[in-house]
C-alpha cells in the first residue's frame, strides 16, 4: 500500500515563497518518477515538474526557473520549493508517484497567492 501525504502549502503574497513537501510511506526508491500537479479552481489537473530516480527533473514552462523540485530518500519525501509566486499559482498542489505504470495519488495541499 502506497500513501502520500502532501504539505506545505498556504496563504502567501506574490513574491513570495513555500516549500511542498510530500512524505511516502515507506522507500521512495520504489518509485521510478515522482511528481507535481497542481488544479487551479475551474480548471484542469496539470503537471508541474517531476524528478526522475536518476535525479533527471523536468518543468512545465510556466514554472521553470521559479520552481525546484527535489527528492530526500533519507526521509521517503518529496519537495517542490516555489520562489518568486505568482497569483496564478494558486492552485491544489498534488502528489504523484509512479511505479511502473502504476500511478500513485496524494490528498492534495492548497496553495494561496494573494496580497
Known amino acids: 500500500q502506497v500513501q502520500l501525504e502532501e504539505s506545505g502549502g498556504g496563504l502567501v503574497q506574490p513574491g513570495g515563497s513555500l516549500r511542498l513537501s510530500c512524505a511516502a510511506s515507506g522507500s521512495i526508491f520504489r518509485f521510478n518518477v515522482m511528481g507535481w500537479y497542481r488544479q487551479a479552481p475551474g480548471k484542469q489537473r496539470e503537471w508541474v515538474a517531476h524528478?526522475?530516480?536518476?535525479?533527471?527533473?523536468n518543468y512545465a514552462v510556466s514554472v521553470k526557473g521559479r520552481f525546484t523540485i527535489s527528492r530526500d530518500y533519507a526521509n521517503n519525501t518529496m519537495y517542490l520549493q516555489m520562489n518568486s509566486l505568482k497569483p496564478e499559482d494558486t492552485a491544489v498542489y498534488f502528489c504523484?508517484?509512479?511505479?511502473?505504470?502504476?500511478?500513485?495519488w496524494g490528498q492534495g495541499t492548497q496553495v494561496t497567492v494573494s496580497s
Open positions: 504523484n508517484a509512479k511505479i511502473g505504470f502504476v500511478d500513485y
Open positions: 524528478i526522475t530516480s536518476s535525479s533527471d527533473t
